[in-house]
């Protein structure tokens, strides 16, 4: 069992080092390369989930020791991990072969495909760890491929910007996450994640709030939630299927996959506080989706939203419909940013929404699958969100109502927001000669979004999953199947999508080239547009109070340091010379003088007289 | 004689020799003098990859031991004594690969008088190879000062603008530490009266007759800010990038590499093990320097706008994790000290090379005049990204066991856990340096200069001998990082032997030596891994 971990891991490690070492000019050859290695982690992966069944598995060796820290490398294969390798392989396996035709014409293919397979190397990496501190080193790896893709091209001054915010802000967050794993290393003596479970199972008085939410700003930073959220809208200066990938599908998601596996450390407080911060990221993000022109910034803000919604399950103690959410919001979500990635494709890397319009009857195949996932995410009947987002709202609504009131604004105003960017791109006119003379994407951009579209639709039905896959998923969906009030919750969320799509049609259908909110209520979109000035408030505090205290504190040290310590030192070392020449005056009768003086001065000393 | 010893001997002799014929001027001409060079730094790198794979770590302490009695000094209890333990083996393979690197560097640099600059270069080489394999203190310091006199000269001969002045700054720095922290050591052997100048010896007179505390702490101190000053300890950190940023890149990347490191060996080998209560008297002034290591130190570099004084400050900053690692007097924190001192030794001449491959393209050390490189020569931004990420400690890279062992040390006491949360903030400032420096230089437009300089001459990726030397720091930082335990498991067998007492002291003091037997399972919370109680209660 552990060679197939092995080689569902060291498979994409060795495919990013042989394209760095031996392909950086053969483009081609490194995407089949890549493509083909993302196909073996998907063989593999599915024979370790079908071939454990339900059973836990868990296998580790000494990778590190000094005194008493021993690091084991190992796996912890169970109900989580299966769950979010079957998605990271699966959605990662289409997103490479994705790649194939959207970066067809790139010239740094290589290196492309190359960050590929390190990010999948380091995020099967966080899927298989055992314990806490093999997370955080995955975790720092796929800050890392995040890092190099988002600077894909880096000759523009935003992906440069953008890349380095986003690894910072990752740092931010692994600040906090790397404080919270010495703490658990003190507290309970291992990082062991059954070790833990079992010790906090033992003793509950080990937990501390101060702890897990130390860990719990790992997620922050990954997951981009308040007060780090800054860097994902920014991220979307990379490719688009890296966007689908990384900064939708998977990375972000380990965030909830992280605090899924530490569930058992949260203390009440704790799960409140992240329910609600959650609950109002989900809120927040809508929002700001709903002004957005970028179509990959309107799909950035909703991916924050649902990230919300899934720390907000977590935090009502429902882990396994976060995974859940997780699962089917990777698929909608992959689908609806390849189709963007197919509409920025055909339109010549054109992002503006309002230089769309009318592109179903360009691209039908592209505009079917875009709005199965724009239904799916507005919790249409029957689609696979709807599923796993009612479950969380019928959730809060018995357990949380003041989370359940945003999580429910939250849930009319992705409709809207989504209707919108489907409607102002797909139906109308065209608004551009680029949307005018779009054509339908190559095939193989096409069937990765028709089995996205399938599994959109159907990813709903956890009966249809194998048992190992569905298991984690299945306890908290009954828990949710028992709670009362479901017709009534079934009635809220129809009405919610209804009203956040016919809404659209009525304010956005067959709109010109401005918002036509801008007009009908300008001082609300303006508020939209300034997303709360955190951007601006990071701004101000890196550019005139952070780089202002480094400069002060290098003139402190010219000043003081070289300056005071190092030349005054000097200088009282001069001045020594200066007194001790004052007194070869050269003269016999000084001399003379002192001589007599140093005489006497002995004399008395050794006779007693100064003392004893 | 084996071959161990043979190659050990060897690894200090050959560029010694080879530095006394280039000196002479025996040949005259560049081209054997560069062959002659290549053999005499690749002997040290093979021989220190050798040796460390040859270290028996089931033995306890030396391996590969050499003893000449008939130095001439046998009179002074002074042996020419030589050999490598679990701490020193790793240090001294690092050296060989620094030594290798550098070197290929400074033969392909084509500067001025090259004859005279690889016997300089060579010279300190032996130096540095001959400071990890003393056992001899006398052998010890003395080689430190073969390694530390040549840079004096490199810099004075080769540095650039206002290099007098720095090189006199230098000197006076680095002698006044070097005497202080001599001072220390002769007191030591003087006050325990040892029978000769080894380490052995010395840690078992100490360990026959006793220190007292008050002693202890004097020399402690003594050495603490000799060695200090050596390896540029807040605030005597002055001296360094100003140094680092006046001297040619091969000096840099080994004074900087490993030269530095001296000072940390001293305090890790000898100091903290054999004066445990010196240690813990110091301590707390230790933490605080070190945190200004890392705080004031890491800012001052965020505001650099010159990229090799970037480097150099950034290596500062990162020495003060080293110190935190010495501070908190444990085992833990000490080995991942060495650990940190190995794979910053790579991490950082690594980047002062890449730097200098810059410089050579561009023309200029401002980061401001640069931009956009990466797309004329992305193999040097592919090498400069991952130096950078290695220095500011991401896992896959060696400095990250380091870093996160010091960290993890610091939270083994409560009393600690405040210069935890302010160091891990270091984590922040290096990335915020590292990576603003990346994208300035590679990423984005080339600035105006930039590209009217592009224009009168191409600029091209690294050459072969560029990128040997790199990729070779670069391949022994990734197998660091991957496969750690190679190096940790040497490490933490020696660390553990010397840091015994103070394990034990700390053991005994967090301990509530009243608390009746069945409460203290419970009490032991903070000090005792809660796992053993777990497994240890039978209930369960």
């Known amino acids: 069992m552990e060679k197939i971990a092995f080689c569902i891991l060291l498979l994409p490690l060795l495919s990013a080092l042989v394209t760095l070492l031996f392909m950086r000019r053969k483009g081609n050859v490194a995407s089949l390369l890549s493509v083909a290695t993302s196909g073996g982690i998907l063989f593999f992966a599915l024979i370790l989930i079908l071939g454990s069944g339900v059973e836990d598995f868990a296998w ?47 010239l740094a293919k290589s290196r492309y495909f190359g960050g590929l397979s390190i990010f999948m190397f380091s995020m099967l990496g966080i899927t298989l760890a055992d314990n806490l501190i093999m997370i955080f080193i995955f975790w720092e790896l796929v800050g890392f491929s995040s890092y190099l893709l988002i600077a894909h091209y880096f000759s523009s001054k935003e992906a440069a ?68 959220h800054v860097w994902l809208p920014d991220a979307m200066a990379g490719p ?17 996959f992280l605090l899924v596996r530490i569930d058992f450390l949260f203390t009440n407080e704790a799960s409140n506080l992240l329910a609600v911060l959650g609950a109002s990221m989900g809120l927040y993000a809508g929002f700001c989706a709903l002004v957005q022109r970028d179509i990959k910034k ?164 956890h009966s249809l999953y194998p048992q190992s896959i569905a298991g984690v998923i299945i306890d908290d969906l009954e828990f949710a199947a028992q709670l009362p009030n479901h017709l009534w919750m079934i009635v809220l969320g129809t009405f919610a999508w209804l009203a956040g799509g016919l809404g659209a049609k009525y304010l956005y259908f067959d709109s010109k080239r401005t918002d036509p909110l801008e007009s009908k209520a300008p001082s609300f979109f303006k508020l939209c547009s300034s997303k709360l000035f955190f951007d601006e408030i990071y701004g101000f505090y890196i550019q005139r109070i952070q780089d202002p205290f480094a400069r002060f504190l290098e003139v402190l040290e010219l000043l003081l340091i070289s300056g005071l310590l190092v030349k005054g030192s000097a200088g009282v070392a001069g001045m020594m010379a200066l007194i001790s020449k004052a007194c070869y005056v050269g003269r016999i009768h000084a001399y003379g003088f002192w001589f007599v003086v140093g005489t006497l001065g002995f004399l008395f000393y050794a006779s007693g007289f100064l003392g004893n | 004689m084996n071959f161990d010893q043979i190659i050990l001997l060897g690894s200090i002799f050959i560029p010694a020799l080879a530095s006394i014929v ?185 360990s026959e007759l006793g220190m007292e505390s008050s002693v202890q702490s004097n020399i402690f101190g003594l050495l603490l800010f000799g060695f200090g000053i050596l390896v540029a300890l807040f605030p005597f950190h002055t001296w360094a990038p100003r140094g680092y940023d006046a001297a040619p890149t091969s000096v840099s990347m080994l004074h900087a590499g490993v030269l530095k490191k001296f000072g940390l060996y001293g305090l890790i080998q000898i100091a903290s093990p054999l004066l445990p209560d010196g240690a813990m008297f110091w301590s707390p002034l230790l933490l605080w320097l070190a945190l200004g290591n890392v705080l004031f130190v890491g800012l001052v570099a965020v505001s650099q706008s010159n990229l090799k004084s970037m480097i150099g400050y950034g290596s500062v900053m990162h020495m003060g994790y080293c110190f935190l690692g010495i501070a908190v007097c444990s085992s833990l924190g000490a080995g991942s000290a060495v650990m940190l001192m190995v794979a910053h030794g790579l991490s950082v001449s690594l980047m002062f090379m890449l730097a200098h491959n810059l410089y050579t393209r561009t023309g200029t050390f401002e980061m401001d005049d640069m931009g956009g490189m990466a797309s004329k020569t992305p193999l040097l931004a592919c090498f400069f990204i991952a130096a950078t990420l290695a220095t500011i400690g991401l896992p896959g890279f060696g400095n990250f066991w380091g870093e996160f062992g010091v960290f993890l040390s610091l939270g083994e006491q409560t009393q600690h856990r405040l210069f935890l949360f302010l160091a891990a903030l270091g984590i922040i400032i290096s990335a915020i340096f590292g990576l603003r420096a990346v994208a300035k230089i590679f990423f984005g437009s ?51 032997t010397r840091f015994e007492s103070q394990d034990r002291t700390y053991f005994s003091q967090t301990t509530p030596p009243c608390c009746p037997p069945e409460q203290e399972s419970l009490d032991l919370n903070s000090s005792l891994p809660s796992k053993e109680k777990f497994l240890s209660n039978p209930e369960y």
Not at chain 1, 75 to 80: A, H, I, K, R
Not at chain 1, 422 to 448: H, K, L, N, V
Not at chain 2, 22 to 40: G, V
Not at chain 2, 475 to 495: C, K, M, N, T, Y
């Open chain 1, 60 to 106: 580790d060796t000494t990778w590190f020791k000094i005194a008493e820290w021993e690091l084991r490398f190992g796996f912890l294969v169970d109900g989580p991990a299966r769950l979010l390798l079957f998605v990271v392989a699966f959605v990662g396996c289409l997103i490479h072969i994705f790649s194939l035709g959207y970066m067809s014409d790139d």
């Open chain 1, 298 to 461: 309107i799909l950035a803000y909703s991916t924050l939203s649902q990230l919300g919604y899934m720390a907000a399950a977590f935090g009502m103690g429902v882990p396994g419909i976060a995974l859940f959410h997780l699962m089917t919001h990777a698929f909608f979500k992959a689908l609806m940013f390849l189709g963007s990635g197919s509409v920025i494709h055909a339109c010549h890397h054109e992002q503006d929404i309002f230089n769309y319009g009318g592109l179903r009857k360009k691209m039908p195949f592209t505009g079917i699958t875009f709005l199965v996932g724009v239904l799916a995410i507005s919790g249409v009947n029957f689609l696979s969100g709807y599923f796993s987002k009612d479950a969380i709202l019928l959730v809060a609504y018995n357990l949380n109502p003041p989370v359940f009131v945003i999580l429910y604004l939250g849930a009319i105003l992705t409709a809207l927001y989504m209707f919108r960017l489907y409607f102002i791109t797909f139906e109308g006119m065209p608004r551009s000669s680029d949307a005018d003379a779009a054509r339908e994407s190559p095939s193989i951009m096409t069937i990765p979004l028709l089995i996205l579209a399938v599994f959109s639709i159907f990813g709903g039905y």
């Open chain 2, 22 to 206: 280039l000196f002479l001027e025996i040949c005259k001409s560049d081209k054997i003098a560069k062959k002659i060079a290549y053999f005499s730094f690749g002997f040290p790198f093979i021989s220190g990859i050798l040796l460390f794979l040859r270290f028996d770590n089931s033995l306890e302490g030396y391996d590969f031991v050499v003893l000449f009695s008939r130095t001439g000094l046998q009179e002074l209890n002074i042996h020419f004594h030589l050999g490598l333990n679990g701490i020193s083996s790793p240090l001294f393979a690092m050296a060989g690969i620094v030594g290798m690197g550098a070197g290929i560097t400074a033969i392909h640099s084509g500067v001025d008088r090259l004859r005279l600059y690889l016997a300089l270069l060579l010279f300190m080489q032996s130096g540095l190879m001959g400071l990890f394999a003393s056992i001899d203190l006398f052998f010890y310091y003395l080689f430190h000062e073969f390694a530390l006199i040549p840079t004096f000269i490199m810099i004075g001969i080769w540095g650039s603008r206002d290099r007098k002045s720095i090189a006199l700054e230098l000197t006076i720095y680095l002698t006044l530490g070097a005497l202080v922290s001599l001072g220390g050591l002769i007191a030591l052997n003087v006050l325990v009266d040892a029978p000769n100048f080894d380490f052995p010896s010395l840690s078992r007179a100490v």
């Open chain 1, 161 to 228: 910007q953008a890349s380095k915010k986003a690894f910072i802000a990752n740092r931010i967050g692994d600040f906090g996450f790397l404080i919270g794993i010495v703490l658990t290393f003190w507290t309970f003596g291992t990082v062991n994640l059954v070790e833990l479970s079992d010790l906090a199972e033992f003793d509950p008085e080990l937990l501390s709030t101060i702890l897990c939410l130390a860990l719990a700003c790992g997620f922050i930073g990954k997951s981009a939630q308040f007060p780090l």
């Open chain 1, 240 to 256: 688009t299927p890296v966007s689908a990938l990384i900064h939708a599908a998977t990375m972000v998601a380990a965030g909830i």
């Open chain 2, 446 to 496: 080339a600035s105006e200069a930039h590209s009217s300089r592009k224009k009168n001459n191409q600029i091209s990726d690294l050459s072969f001998f560029e990128m040997i030397p790199a990729g070779i720091i670069l391949a022994s930082l990734l197998f660091l990082g991957l496969w750690p335990v190679v190096v940790s498991q040497r490490v933490d067998r020696e660390i553990q």
